[in-house]
C-alpha cells in the first residue's frame, strides 16, 4: 500500500489525525494541566462520566485503567437519564465533543436538577453555553475534528481531571512513557508500505471481525476496537470478553461451518490479565482456534497500565483505517449517524 493509495479513500484525512495522535496526546495533558476545577472528590461518593460514542469511550478508558487505585467507583452512563444513586454527593462529567449531543445534555440537567457537582468537557456547543451561563467548570478542547478521532484530547481530559480532583495520584512517569510509545508507534504504523496493523487489516479484509479480551484493562480497548471498526472501515465487528465468554459464546463455536470461517478473532492480551483468565485464553485457543477463519493474538507494549492500555487502543486505530482503505470506504463521514440524527430532529 502507498500513501497515495490513503490519500484516494481518505480526503479528509483521518491518516493524518491518527498519525497526529501523539501530539493530541502532548497537547491534550498541557490544556487539561491548568485546568482547575475547583472541588475535590472529599466527601463524594462516586464518579459518573456522561457521554455517548466517541466522547464516551474515554471514559470507559478511564474507568478501567483506575479501577484497582481510585478512590471511588467510577460508572459511565450512555444514556439521556442518569441511574438512581446519582446525588448531591456524586461528581459528573458530561462529555461531549460537539458539545451538542442530546442525550449528554439530558443527562447534565438531570445531575444539576440533582445537585450533583459537575464538570464539563467539550469543544463547544451548547454544553458549553450552558455551562459558562452557570458559573460552572468546564475544560473546552480543540474541535474540528470527528469525535472518535479526538481521544487524544478527551480522554487526557478526563484522567487529568480525575487528578486534579484527588481521584488518582498523577503519574509523570506513566505519562511520558505513553508519549514516547506512542511516537515511536506512529513512525511504525504510518508506514504503508507494511506493519502489523496492516498485517490485521489485511486478515480482516474479507472477514467479520470479533475481539476477544480479558476483563479489566483491555475491558475498553476492546469496546474502542469495535466501535472504530464500525465507523471507520462501516464494518459490523463483534466482541466479548474472558471469563465469561467461556460460560456461553464459547457453544457458538460447537458446529464449525462457512458462518465460522469468515470470522476473524483478534485477542488483545495484557501481562496483567488474571492468571486463571490467562489460562483460559490458551485454553480456548487450543479448543476453537481452527475453526475461525483466522485467529490472532496481539500483545500489549509498555511497562505502565497507561502505555500499555494506549499502545493497543492506537494499534486498534490503525487497523480500523487500514481495513477502510483496503475496502475503499471513506473513513471519516458517517452517514447512517447523520441521516438518525437528521430524522429525529424531526420528530
Known amino acids: 500500500m502507498r500513501l497515495e493509495d490513503i490519500r484516494r479513500v481518505d480526503p479528509q484525512g483521518m491518516y493524518d489525525a491518527i498519525r497526529d495522535f501523539p501530539e493530541q496526546w502532548r497537547r491534550g495533558r498541557e490544556l487539561a494541566r491548568d485546568f482547575d476545577p475547583g472541588f475535590t472528590v472529599e466527601g463524594k461518593d462516586h464518579l459518573v462520566v ?54 449528554t445534555l439530558a443527562a447534565f440537567e438531570e445531575a444539576r436538577a440533582r445537585g450533583a457537582t459537575v464538570v464539563c468537557v467539550a469543544s463547544g456547543g451548547e454544553l458549553l453555553r450552558r455551562a459558562r ?42 505519562w511520558n512513557e505513553t508519549q514516547e510509545l506512542l511516537e515511536q508507534q506512529s513512525e511504525v504504523f504510518g508506514d504503508p508500505s507494511g506493519n502489523d496493523a496492516l498485517e490485521l487489516a489485511e486478515a480482516l479484509q474479507d472477514r467479520l471481525p470479533f475481539i476477544y479480551s480479558g476483563t479489566g484493562l483491555m475491558e475498553a480497548v476492546n469496546l474502542r476496537w469495535r466501535c472504530q471498526i464500525q465507523e471507520n472501515a462501516k464494518r459490523l465487528a463483534s466482541g466479548n470478553v474472558y471469563p465469561e465468554l467461556n460460560h456461553n459464546e464459547i457453544m457458538g463455536w460447537e458446529y464449525p461451518g462457512p458462518l465460522h470461517e469468515m470470522i476473524g478473532v483478534i485477542v488483545l492480551r495484557d501481562r496483567e490479565d488474571h492468571p486463571r483468565v490467562q489460562q483460559r485464553m490458551e485454553v480456548t485457543r487450543e479448543l476453537i482456534s481452527d475453526r475461525a477463519g483466522y485467529w490472532a493474538e496481539v500483545q500489549s507494549q509498555g511497562e505502565s497500565r497507561l502505555a500499555r492500555m494506549m499502545s493497543l487502543v492506537n494499534l486498534g486505530d490503525w487497523v480500523s483505517l487500514y481495513l477502510a482503505v483496503l475496502l475503499g470506504v471513506d473513513p471519516t463521514p458517517v452517514p447512517l449517524i447523520g441521516q438518525l440524527k437528521e430524522t429525529l430532529a424531526r420528530v
Open 50 to 103: 456522561a457521554g455517548m460514542g466517541g466522547s464516551a469511550i474515554g471514559g470507559d478508558l478511564l474507568r478501567t485503567l483506575v479501577a484497582d487505585t481510585a478512590r471511588l467507583p467510577v460508572t459511565v452512563v450512555r444514556h439521556y437519564q442518569l441511574p438512581g444513586f446519582v446525588t448531591e454527593r456524586s461528581v459528573v462529567i458530561a462529555s461531549s465533543y460537539s458539545g451538542n449531543t442530546e442525550e
Open 133 to 174: 451561563a452557570e458559573g460552572l467548570p468546564y475544560l473546552q478542547i480543540p474541535g474540528g475534528l470527528q469525535p472518535r478521532a479526538a481521544l487524544g484530547y478527551s480522554f487526557t481530559a478526563l484522567l487529568t481531571i480525575a487528578e486534579h480532583i484527588g481521584l488518582v495520584a498523577p503519574d509523570e512517569a506513566a
